[in-house]
């Protein structure tokens, strides 16, 4: 089965310190990952994906995700948080195998708070 | 270029109406899908389709319906509203399969 998890349902930062947001998949064959933003009352912002390559993503906003497929992880990372990353993160997997390979699965979100 | 643009953006029904929820995208995607966003729960696929004429269900597709008859336009359709189905509903379209989605901004449907 394929499925998506945000282990942290809310993630407070420190303004100008790094922050994680943490996600793990499990999906038959070569994943393709996705972190996507969500500000509130606005649909979903695509942020960075990983297809093939580097393992070190770069992104939208300064945002980076690092793909490890030996933990199934994709975790979106950046250097220095800003309050205005606040907001909903949500991570997305998609198959690359032929039954599954035209759906998209999200995780359950992590709102990332950054503290002035 | 108006990206994906969803109407209405509030619906309250009462149970048992029905109703269309419309979805447009002016970027030539072939990849278009229908989500339903419920607090803690994330975005569960409901239908998508792959191309014009082509549809296919997502994980929690009961109680709707979809058809792709043009590139551009996705409607889903709510037979016979429940208050289960009380949820932000985004549509959302991409070139293909590995690349990104873009989101509409939402509707928000309250059921009675």
């Known amino acids: 089965a394929q499925s998506v998890a945000q282990p942290e349902d809310q993630v407070n930062v420190a303004e100008g310190n790094p922050l994680t947001v943490k996600c793990t998949y499990s999906?038959?064959?070569?994943?393709?990952l996705f972190w996507y933003v969500q500000y509130p009352n606005r649909g979903l912002q695509f942020l960075l994906k990983?297809?093939?390559?580097?393992?070190l993503v770069k992104g939208s906003y300064g945002f980076e995700a690092e793909f490890n497929k030996s933990q199934t992880s994709f975790h979106l990372k950046k250097p220095s948080a800003l309050v205005s990353d606040s907001a909903l993160y949500f991570c997305?997997?998609?198959?690359?195998?032929?039954?599954?390979?035209?759906?998209?699965?999200f995780g359950t979100g992590t709102s990332l708070t950054v503290i002035p | 270029n108006a990206g994906v643009t969803q109407t209405p953006k509030f619906q309250v029904l009462k149970t048992g109406q029905s109703m269309t929820l419309q979805c447009a995208q002016d970027m030539n995607h072939e990849y278009m899908s229908w989500y339903r966003q419920d607090p803690g729960m994330g975005l569960r696929l409901i239908h998508y389709?792959?191309?014009?004429?082509?549809?296919d269900q997502g994980e929690v597709p009961n109680g709707y319906n979809v058809s792709r008859s043009t590139t551009e336009d996705f409607p889903l359709r709510l037979l016979s509203a429940a208050p289960s189905q009380t949820s932000v509903y985004f549509c959302a379209s991409s070139r293909n399969r590995g690349h990104e989605q873009f989101f509409g901004p939402g509707t928000r449907l309250t059921v009675l």
């Open positions: 999906v038959s064959g070569n994943p393709y």
């Open positions: 990983y297809i093939t390559g580097d393992n």
């Open positions: 389709s792959v191309g014009a004429g082509i549809t």
């Open positions: 997305a997997v998609r198959g690359s195998v032929t039954n599954t390979g035209n759906q998209f699965y």
